[in-house]
Structures are given as C-alpha cells and as structure tokens.
C-alpha cells in the first residue's frame, strides 16, 4: 500500500486510535440501499449467511455492533436493507457489496460512519487518485486489530510499495523490520501532501523524532536546511545512517575545491580512518559555534 508510509518507537498498531464514531449519535439508515428495500434484521441475513455472521461477531465492528447505533443494523448497516436481496431469492443485484462497488463509492460507503479528522484528505490523498479503495486494504469481516486491516499494520503498506520494503532491509534503515515502527508512523495513509506525510513537510515529519538535527541553528548548513533528503535515503541506506552515499564522496559532491589534494576517486578506500569530513567536522547538520562545523 503507499503509505507509506514515512516512519519513533511504537508497536505496529500503536497509531490505531481511530474509533468508530460516537455511539450516542442517532440511528441512521444504511450509507445506500436498493430502492424501495427495508431492512430484515441480523437474523435473516444468518439463515442463508451464517458462516459470516458468526465471524462478523468477533470482528472489530461486530463486537461494537451492540452498543453503537451506527452499526444498529448490523450487516444491514454495510450491504444496505436486505428486503429486495431475501424476496429476490438472494439476487445479489438487490444487496449492495462494498467490494463490487468502484473505489470512490466503496470509500463514501465507509465515510458514511468514519468521519475521522485522518481521513479528511481522502479525496485528494494518493490512495484514491490510483483507485484503492478502504477495502483494499481494510476487511470488514477477516480484517486483523482495530483497523480490521487485511495483514498486520506495516505488511499490509508493504504489499503494494514493494521498492521501499527492499529499502527497509537494507543494512541502515529506519527500525520497522524490528517493530518498533510502523509506516503509519509518519505517513497518514488516507491523505496527506509530500508522499501522504503526517507533518506538512519531509523536514517537520523527520523533526518529530530528530528535533536536535534541525536547528535552528547560528550556522546552517544549506542542504540541510533545503531537506533531509539531500543526504538521507529515508527508507534505507547501504551506507551507515542512511546517507545516499560513504559520507567522503556525499561531503565531496558539494565540497570539490576545499581540499585539493582530495578527490572524489581518493574518497572510497584510501583515506585513513581520521580523514573522514565528518571527524573534523562534526556537527554537520548546523553549529551555533562555528561556521564550519568544527567542534
């Protein structure tokens, strides 16, 4: 999936605090239904459907089904009223199916009760400008958590953004192969702007975790403050603190003439260990006491 996801220690769904909507609120209709169909009740839909139904009691939605008016009608709350269904001998033409419906109808359906203020992007987010849909990844009746999703948090990101689930294996990456992140950490997979981040920025969603990297700082150092991904590969890094390259020739990339008995075919391999840019200068991502970033 995209998201994502961006990446803070948590466990993969410790960003799950979206609920469903308040329960006092007032019974609704079902979001859509077949025209001039009425509802027939949870035990109508089992004598035909029980295999579902007995799963659905143990979902996310049917254990809160009980007490939460927006899911008072049970199956009849998603598929819409089942009259026409049940008198039309199970013509599935007459029942609505989240999963046959197109990704914008699919995900009006959802909105209907999730008005959550994380999914006020949806609509211009990059998981409904490529037609995903909420059950693209969402399983209202085999979903896992409370998000019912269809695998666990960080899995069910990586089933579609198969380039960065390579990245994260990679020697430096950030740690969610160890759980103790999730893509959701720092993408919000129902919208966002700058690839779906949490923060308005790659800079401010870094700063969440790296505050003391940002600054500001007396003297900045203009990469960094133009972005972390000038020398960052956010998703994972052959390189040690995953820089886009060995930290001689991503310094010299920039700095060609300040040592000119430097170069960049010298820079992998040949130098000594103290001739490294960053054992001389060490606070390369800004210094409040020397414009270069000698301590």
């Not at 839909?45 to 579902?52: I, L, N, P, V, Y």
Request: aromatic share 4%; charged share 20%; with cysteine.
């Amino acid at each position: 999936m995209l998201v994502l996801t961006a990446m803070i220690a948590m466990p993969a769904f410790a960003a799950d605090k979206e609920r469903i909507p308040d329960v006092s609120a007032p019974a609704s209709a079902p979001a859509a239904s077949v025209a001039g169909a009425t509802t027939v009740g949870r035990e109508t839909c089992a004598t035909c459907h029980a295999e579902k139904a007995e799963a659905f009691d143990k979902t996310f939605h049917g254990r809160k089904s009980p007490s939460n008016s927006k899911l008072a009608n049970a199956c009849e709350s998603c598929h819409g009223a089942g009259s026409a269904h049940v008198d039309g001998g199970g013509d599935v033409s007459k029942i609505i199916n989240p999963k046959k419906l197109d990704a914008a109808a699919a995900a009006d359906l959802c909105m209907t009760c999730h008005k959550d203020k994380s999914l006020m992007m949806w609509k211009t987010g990059a998981h409904s400008q490529n037609d995903l849909s909420c059950v693209t990844c969402h399983s209202v009746h085999e979903g896992e958590g409370r998000k019912s999703l269809t695998k666990g948090g960080t899995e069910t990101c990586l089933q579609c953004h198969k380039k960065q689930k390579a990245d994260m294996n990679l020697s430096s990456h950030h740690p969610l192969p160890e759980g103790k992140m999730a893509c959701v950490s720092c993408h919000n997979p129902h919208g966002g702007i700058e690839g779906n981040l949490k923060a308005d920025s790659l800079e401010e969603q870094c700063a969440t975790c790296h505050s003391e990297k940002i600054g500001p700082f007396a003297n900045e150092h203009p990469p960094v403050a133009d972005g972390c991904n000038n020398c960052h590969a956010v998703h994972g890094s052959t390189n040690d603190r995953l820089l886009k390259m060995p930290v001689q020739v991503l310094c010299m990339s920039c700095h060609r003439k300040q040592h000119s008995g430097f170069t960049a075919a010298t820079a992998v391999g040949t130098w000594t260990q103290r001739e490294r840019c960053t054992d001389c200068h060490r606070e390369i991502h800004g210094s409040n006491r020397d414009p270069y970033f000698v301590r």
